[in-house]
């Protein structure tokens, strides 16, 4: 029986020619991830392991970004903890205040992530690099402090669901839309414990920051993992990147899949996912008319790329924020703030009334830079519209695009850009 | 090893943010944590929680971040088992790695109510409803899984090697 691509490169790293779903495997690690909320957990229990050295100080990425620069003492204290860590045991990529960036816009940026890798990261996002082809996934933090001290990490090889996408967007619609279509369509444990495979003629017409984005949400559905295929965008997007060779991985024509779906892309709409699950999707057909909104958020890991930042410059370019509305926008990387800059994007951002911060997870998930109040809505290019996720457990977010976070910003309502007449 | 106590019952998709919100995660004690386990959900957990009561939820229990924070809240305050119909598998993972207790049984995880006396039995998976006197069959762990949670955790596993 033939093997996903996940199953292929889940083989390569345990040292064996073949592996099914199910099987218990350990593999070697490419990769040892951890941000400055799961890093101290993780050096915590690393203290209690017999083996006190990191296995290959090269392998092992600490990003300190999602309460940076700190946002109290305790945060604080928490970026300390790592970043003596980090000088101990000489870590090579460490990125502290000034080179972070948003842990998985800045791996795959810095070259440090490439096909055929496997991966491990104390955050669930961390399955963004399949996007490059990579097998990555998130853990909690022992595994990272297993990981760091032996290089290795136990996986359950998990069967897969294939998405063969074919067609081509239309303008406004982007990778965000194409996720949010498909955890509204199978469901947030729609993939539970398994890969997604995305494949098929219609991969090519998605940019890489569409792939990151897709391959990023793929925890939202439950999934272990996303992956693509690596087509010449992707190799083009290493050799610019990194210096890393990498492997390319192909699923066997005979592979099974637990299910098979194709999606036409073309045919896909802006799409928002209503409180308080990523899974309650709705196109604007069904979403009713006026819906007032507080807050904008366009950023984080999920949309804080280049892409996701010119087409939110292209909508609010000569427009205004509505008066009363707060728009916070956060480029994911340093040299995308820089690029961003360098383009005349942040200068559209800041004419049209929205703020730019520094690179940070910050208000994603409920830490800092923009909390709600009680009874407030944001719609926000994040990946979680869960209770209390951005603040108040009686405020709201509605997941979208970077085009429809724009274009609500203006309005002041949930809105797509036809709205404004684009 | 066996667990024994009083329900908390919960419904799909509890999520990690709920179990301990973000906002707390800079906190490093976790019994100062555990203050907060449950809290945008269900206010009265940590003021009912006993030690040894068991938490009983439906599918997909634990999903979204991959914080270690959220079993060990659960862990530390005092909980001694989670019965799920599924559980989001970063959870599923963390639970094993620190030695919290869990198990999948769909019918369990239907039935029982807040509220009810339960019992777990690990080794045999069997579950026994003591309000009702219904019993359940829940799944048993692989051997490999089984060997990190009699280690209590897979730092003391990785150490036994």
Redesign the interface.
Request: hydrophobic fraction near 35%; charge should be positive.
């Given at each position: 029986m033939g093997m996903t691509m996940t199953q292929k490169i889940l083989a390569a790293h345990a040292g064996l020619s073949e592996v099914k779903a199910g099987q218990?495997i350990e593999a070697q690690l490419d990769l040892v991830l951890g941000n400055d909320?799961?890093t101290?957990?993780a050096i915590r229990?690393m203290g209690?392991?017999?083996?006190q050295e990191v296995f290959d100080k090269d392998k092992i990425a600490l990003v300190m970004d999602?309460?940076i620069p700190n946002?109290?003492i305790?945060?604080a204290?928490?970026c300390k903890c790592v970043r003596e860590f980090a000088c101990r045991q000489e870590i090579t990529n460490y990125f502290d205040v000034g080179e972070m960036g948003i842990e998985h816009a800045l791996l795959p940026e810095k070259g440090l992530t490439v096909a055929g890798d496997c991966i491990i990261?104390?955050?669930?996002h961390?399955c963004t690099y399949g996007a490059l082809g990579a097998f990555s996934t998130?853990?909690?933090?022992?595994?990272m402090?297993?990981g760091m001290?032996?290089g290795k990490a136990?996986f359950k090889v998990p069967s897969a669901i294939r998405f063969n996408l074919v067609g081509k967007p239309s303008k406004w619609v982007s990778g965000k839309d194409v996720i949010l279509h498909i955890i509204g369509m199978i469901g947030?444990?729609g993939a539970?414990?398994k890969s997604m495979e995305f494949t098929g003629e219609g991969v090519a017409n998605l940019s890489m920051d569409d792939r990151f984005t897709i391959a990023n949400m793929a925890?939202e559905a439950?999934g272990?993992n996303g992956i693509f295929p690596v087509d010449e965008k992707a190799k083009a997007y290493m050799a610019e990147h990194s210096s890393r060779p990498y492997t390319v991985y192909e699923a066997d024509p005979d592979a099974e899949y637990d299910a098979e779906y194709t999606i036409d892309l073309s045919a896909l709409k802006s799409t928002v996912a209503f409180p308080h699950?990523p899974e309650n999707t709705r196109t604007f057909d069904e979403i009713p008319g006026g819906m007032e909104i507080d807050q904008v958020v366009i950023g984080s890991c999920t949309n804080g790329r280049m892409d996701d930042l010119r087409a939110a410059a292209e909508i609010l370019k000569g427009r205004k924020v509505k008066k009363g509305l707060r728009c916070i926008v956060i480029p994911g990387t340093q040299k995308i703030y820089m690029d961003a800059m360098e383009e005349g994007l942040l200068k559209t951002f800041i004419e049209a009334g929205a703020v730019v911060s520094t690179p940070t997870c910050g208000p994603c998930?409920?830490?800092y830079m923009g909390i709600l109040a009680a009874g407030e809505r944001c719609v926000s290019t994040t990946n979680?519209n869960?209770?209390?996720?951005m603040g108040h457990?009686d405020s709201e977010v509605y997941l979208a695009s970077p085009a429809v976070a724009a274009a609500s910003a203006v309005t002041g309502r949930i809105s797509q850009p036809s709205e404004l007449g684009l | 090893m066996q667990a024994k106590g009083r329900v908390f019952k919960y419904g799909d998709?509890v999520?990690t943010?709920?179990i301990i919100?973000?906002?707390y995660?800079?906190?490093?004690d976790p019994k100062e944590l555990a203050e907060h386990c449950m809290e945008?959900?269900d206010k009265e957990f940590v003021h009912k929680v006993q030690p040894g009561d068991i938490m009983v939820a439906n599918?997909?229990f634990g999903?979204?971040?991959?914080?270690?924070?959220a079993?060990l809240v659960i862990k530390v305050s005092g909980v001694s088992c989670v019965i799920a119909e599924?559980f989001?598998?970063?959870f599923y993972?963390?639970a094993i790695?620190?030695g919290l207790p869990i198990i999948e049984c769909p019918e369990a995880a239907k039935d029982i109510q807040d509220g009810d006396e339960v019992e777990v039995d690990f080794d045999s998976g069997i579950i026994y409803n003591r309000t009702t006197g219904k019993q359940y069959q829940g799944q048993a762990f692989?051997e490999?899984m089984q060997k990190i949670i009699k280690a209590e955790?897979?730092?003391n596993y990785?150490?036994e090697q």
């Open positions: 218990l909320i799961t101290p957990v229990e209690k392991l017999k083996k999602h309460f946002k109290d305790k945060s204290e928490n990261g104390a955050d669930s961390t998130g853990v909690g933090s022992t595994d402090a297993a001290a032996t136990w947030v444990d539970l414990y925890i439950g272990k699950l998930l409920g830490g979680r869960f209770v209390g996720r457990v | 998709n999520d943010d709920v919100p973000a906002r995660l800079a906190i490093a945008d959900i599918k997909n999903c979204g971040s991959s914080r270690e924070h079993p599924t989001a598998r970063i993972r963390n790695n620190i692989p490999f955790g897979l730092i990785i150490n």
